[in-house]
Every structure is written in structure tokens, then in C-alpha cells.
């Protein structure tokens, strides 16, 4: 009885009543019968409006949100009415959707803690299947799809990700504007073809409006964003010019170790990889006795070191044209070091100059920070569960977490 009469208070709906909760101890649950009451009328699944109930069918159950431990199930006869626009078909009722066996409570309910948990968690948390949570995400993902609201974007990050077993890469395109940060799309593979899915599905109207694009530095991309967002600022990832540094940096200094040891001098650059890449401030006591050691010998890793910290000037400057100047001068220091995996790094800078400066024409408002966040958190989404065999399952996931989609309301929550 309480738990009917708390069911008449949070979870009513007009024209139905709940005559009786039945306990089963054995199975751990409970299930509720659901009848219409008496003179009210079906709702046509087609057109909404009510019909006379042209024939009752058998019991159908819909799995509801436990209850203290209990699964609870709600019983109802489901109606079918004779509708003037819709003919005979089932009634419409309030607490489901569709051929769905679950109400849309335990639905919205299972995927509010799909967010949280690991999917396999939730089922084995709350006594269902895998597949039942994988539905119900399903279900909130392609609602919240279909209502979601796409403009305005003023600027999106693009990247990829490996995901699965061999050379498998998710697109992914984030909005990375200041008041709304979201993934509007996951493609599949990395391809010229999934990108430009992406600039199909949002429209030419919602292309043109957009002011700024984050990138890396892979040539088909950059094409697909002068082709279909022409009027928008193209800035370079700052995190793979970085990363782009620190390779070539490393390169030199593992090279010169070898040689080094062949040659028989002393092993002074061994185990030094993250003395030398790592940023001053973020050195530990050891790593920084160890590099000033470093910095007293005539080397081509100190020269090539020197150089990577020198170019962190360049994100200091907020004027375009200084920045500009500072970048011209330095990646001529570089050609004349005959250092040359540096030497490499300061071709593809000079031949993305442009590119690269678009920073401080955006008055540095964009990077890829905010882009390399979100796809950390596309690892721990995929990590949580193991990874995804199937990528319908993997774009439901990442949607789910990070799409920011509406869901539906409901009078009462229940979480």
C-alpha cells in the first residue's frame, strides 16, 4: 500500500490507476497492476487523440526504477482503439514509448547512471541486462539527437583518436565555444569523407557562421576547412607543435647517446629523456641537478634543448606581427644549427606560418587544450568499459557523456 500510494503521488498519470502491488520474495520483486479507469479513452499511438477501446490484449510488463532492492514491474492490458485517422491500433500509454519493454523512468534512470558507471556496472548494479542499459542510452541518445540544437557554433576543434584493436581512429568534432563546450560529431576512420560528413550534417548556413577552427597540421584536413569553412580563422594545434619539438628533441638526444657509447665516452646523456622534455618549472629536484650537469657539455641535445626553450617566447606575444618576426628569426637560427630532426620542425613551421599565427589573430581565445581535455576524456569513457567491440555501440557511448543532448522531462526524478 505505501508503495502504491507513493506511486499515486510522484509517478500518476490521468485515466490510469494502480490497483494492487504484489511482493515476490523468491524473485526479489514487485509488480504493480495498472488498469484504465472506468469511462476513460485510449490514446491513438498514431494521431494522440483518444478512441474507443475496440479490444483488450494480453498483459504486458514494463520494467519500472527499483524500489529498496525490489525490481518492480508495472502489469497492464494494453487497449487497442479504433481511431477515425489511425485505424485499430495499441493505445499510446504515458509511462512507455513504442514496443519498449521499460518505462521511460527506468530508462532516463539507467542512462543517468550509464554516465557514471560502466555500462556492465549499472546492469549488475541495478538487475538487468547489458542489453537493457544499452538500450536505454540508445533510446535517451537518439531523443536527445533529434531535439538537440545546433546553432549558433562559433568555433570547433577537430581531432582523431585510436580506438580498438589494430589502426582504427575515430573523427571527432567538438563546439569549443566559451558558453558551450560539446561533441557535436564522431565519424568513422580518419578520411577526407567522414570530415566532410560532418559539415553535411550541420548545413552551408551553420558552416558559414563558423569564426574558428582548431586543427592539427594533416594536410586533407586543413583542405576540407578551406573548402567548407572559408570564412573562418584556421588555428594550428599548439599541442602538436610542442609535440612535434619534443620528438625531434628526442630523436637528437637518443641518437648522440648512442653514439656516445660507441664511441667510449661517458654515458652522460642515459636516462636523461624527461630532464631534457620536460618544461623548468615542472622538473623534480633530481631532474634539475641532473640538467644543470647536462647544460655544461657542448652537445648537440643542449643546442637542440636550448632551441625548444627559446621557441617558448613565441606563445608570449599577443601581437600577430611580433610573433610573426620572433618565428621567422628563430626558425632561421634553426637552419643554420645543422641539427637536423630541429631543422625538420622548422620547415613545417615556416611552410604552416600563416596557420600558426592565427593564434594571435584569434587573440589567443582558442586552442587545443580545451580539444586534447575532451578527448582525454573520450579514453576514460572507452577505458571505463574496456573498450567498445562495435562502433554504433562507441558513438552511442561518447554521445551519451559528452554530447551535452536534452532529455525528456519528467514530473518526478529519481535520481
Not at 665516452?265 to 634539475?288: D, F, G, I
Not at 631543422?343 to 596557420?355: C, Y
Not at 567498445?388 to 551519451?400: D, K
Request: charged share 25%; glycine share 6%; hydrophobic share 40%.
Amino acid at each position: 500500500m505505501r508503495l502504491i500510494s507513493l506511486l499515486n503521488q510522484c509517478y500518476h498519470f490521468p485515466g490510469f490507476v494502480y490497483v494492487v502491488a504484489r511482493l515476490d520474495k523468491a524473485s526479489k520483486s514487485i509488480e504493480v497492476e495498472v488498469r484504465e479507469r472506468v469511462g476513460s479513452k485510449g490514446k491513438c499511438s498514431v494521431c494522440q487523440t483518444p478512441a474507443p477501446t475496440y479490444y483488450h490484449l494480453t498483459v504486458r510488463r514494463f520494467e519500472f526504477v527499483p524500489f529498496w532492492g525490489f525490481v518492480v514491474f508495472l502489469l497492464y492490458r494494453m487497449r487497442r482503439v479504433s481511431c477515425t485517422q489511425g485505424g485499430v491500433t495499441v493505445e499510446a500509454v504515458p509511462w512507455g514509448c513504442g514496443k519498449h519493454q521499460m518505462t521511460t523512468a527506468y530508462v532516463l534512470f539507467l542512462a543517468h547512471w550509464a554516465k557514471k558507471l560502466s555500462w556492465k556496472e549499472t546492469a549488475l548494479s541495478f538487475r538487468t541486462s547489458w542489453d537493457k542499459v544499452c538500450q536505454a542510452v540508445e533510446v535517451v541518445v537518439a531523443w536527445g539527437l533529434e531535439h538537440r540544437t545546433l546553432g549558433p557554433i562559433q568555433a570547433i576543434g577537430v581531432d582523431e583518436i585510436a580506438y580498438g584493436k589494430g589502426h582504427n581512429y575515430l573523427t571527432l568534432v567538438y563546439q569549443i565555444d566559451a558558453h558551450c563546450t560539446r561533441l557535436l560529431w564522431v565519424g568513422r576512420e580518419r578520411t577526407v569523407k567522414t570530415f566532410e560528413g560532418f559539415f553535411d550534417m550541420i548545413g552551408e548556413g551553420l558552416s558559414g557562421k563558423i569564426e574558428f577552427v582548431c586543427s592539427d597540421m594533416w594536410k586533407p584536413y586543413l583542405r576540407v576547412i578551406r573548402e567548407r569553412c572559408s570564412n573562418a580563422l584556421n588555428i594550428l594545434d599548439r599541442f602538436h607543435i610542442v609535440a612535434k619539438m619534443n620528438d625531434a628533441l628526442n630523436d637528437v638526444r637518443s641518437a648522440e647517446a648512442r653514439k656516445l657509447v660507441a664511441d667510449g665516452y661517458e654515458p652522460v646523456l642515459a636516462k636523461s629523456r624527461w630532464c631534457v622534455l620536460k618544461r623548468r618549472e615542472n622538473l623534480t629536484s633530481n631532474q634539475r641537478v641532473r640538467l644543470r650537469d647536462i647544460l655544461k657539455y657542448n652537445l648537440q641535445t643542449v643546442r637542440a634543448y636550448l632551441l625548444k626553450e627559446q621557441f617558448q617566447q613565441f606563445w608570449d606575444y599577443d601581437s600577430p606581427t611580433w610573433a610573426g618576426k620572433f618565428l621567422d628569426q628563430w626558425i632561421a637560427l634553426v637552419m643554420r644549427s645543422r641539427i637536423e630532426p630541429m631543422k625538420k620542425v622548422a620547415k613545417t613551421l615556416r611552410s604552416h606560418r600563416e596557420l600558426i599565427l592565427n593564434y594571435f589573430r584569434a587573440k589567443k581565445q582558442f586552442s587545443s587544450g580545451v580539444v586534447e581535455g575532451l578527448n582525454n576524456k573520450v579514453k576514460v569513457t572507452m577505458r571505463k568499459s574496456y573498450g567498445f567491440r562495435t562502433f554504433r555501440i562507441t558513438e552511442l557511448a561518447l554521445y551519451h557523456v559528452l554530447g551535452k543532448l536534452p532529455e525528456p522531462q519528467l514530473a518526478h526524478r529519481f535520481y
